[in-house]
């Protein structure tokens, strides 16, 4: 069993930056591949980017437009903890902020994902 917790969402101005973390617990947390979802008003949850649990491989979303050389994606298994860090944020950015933990190696499939925290929500002002 694993238990996410977000934090470190908010309100920032357009063009600004914020580092999302989700605490994950249990001892198991680096065989876990880890991944940020949002859900934006009114729209269907979307991922984001995918950390591996061993070599730290990463995948963002391919969509158009969106994360891509903006938002990058971390961890640090001693801690126990993944991050999102966000740069130049743009009103569609606004969302509710998901990390997960799969141990079906992730990638950007949400059904692939075994363990959701509550979500954090990001709004950013134009």
């Known amino acids: 069993q694993v238990q996410l917790v977000e934090s470190g969402g908010g309100l920032v101005q357009a063009g600004g930056s914020l580092r999302l973390s989700c605490a994950a617990s249990g001892r198991a947390f680096r065989y876990y591949a880890m991944g940020w979802f949002r859900q934006a008003p009114g729209k269907e949850r979307e991922f984001v980017a995918h950390i591996s649990g061993s070599a730290g491989s990463t995948y963002y979303t391919t969509e158009a437009d969106s994360v891509k050389g903006r938002f990058t994606i971390s961890r640090d298994n001693a801690k126990n903890t993944v991050y999102l860090q966000m740069n130049s944020l743009n009103a569609d950015d606004t969302a509710v902020y998901y990390c997960?933990?799969?141990?079906?190696?992730?990638?950007?499939?949400?059904?692939?994902?075994?363990?959701w925290g509550q979500g954090t929500q990001v709004t950013v002002s134009s």
């Open positions: 997960a933990a799969s141990a079906k190696g992730g990638r950007s499939s949400a059904d692939r994902y075994d363990y």
